[in-house]
């Protein structure tokens, strides 16, 4: 099974920055699609953003022109840098990886979660 580990979460008073980091431990398997999802207190889980293997970017209404998701595939991580952040986007934050195992198999993972908070 791929490990994914979320790092970069924090403390930012609205209209700062913050950048997530998602790490896929990936010896034997292909990573596909990674993606950040965010849960906010009584509210459903959402889907931020996600990337594509060959880097297409998708973003989720609410964030677009401010968050961009990238990922350095030699490195099997993903990043999703956070502008103009709003209170709205104070959540927790995880890191979704699609991947194939050796017998082609597609399963997917999730880090253990960052928590975001943005003070107005």
């Known amino acids: 099974q791929v490990q994914v580990v979320e790092s970069g979460g924090g403390l930012v008073q609205a209209g700062g920055s913050l950048r997530l980091s998602c790490a896929a431990s990936a010896s034997t398997f292909r990573i596909h699609d990674m993606g950040w999802y965010r849960q906010a207190p009584g509210k459903q889980c959402e889907l931020v953003a996600s990337?594509?293997?060959?880097?297409?970017?998708n973003y989720a209404y609410s964030v677009k022109g401010r968050f961009t998701i990238s990922r350095d595939n030699a490195k099997n991580t993903a990043y999703l840098q956070m502008n103009s952040l709003k209170p709205e986007d104070t959540a927790i934050y995880y890191c979704n990886v699609q991947y194939s195992d050796p017998i082609y198999r597609d399963l997917h993972s999730w880090g253990q979660g960052t928590q975001v908070t943005v003070s107005s």
């Open positions: 990337i594509t293997n060959g880097g297409t970017p």
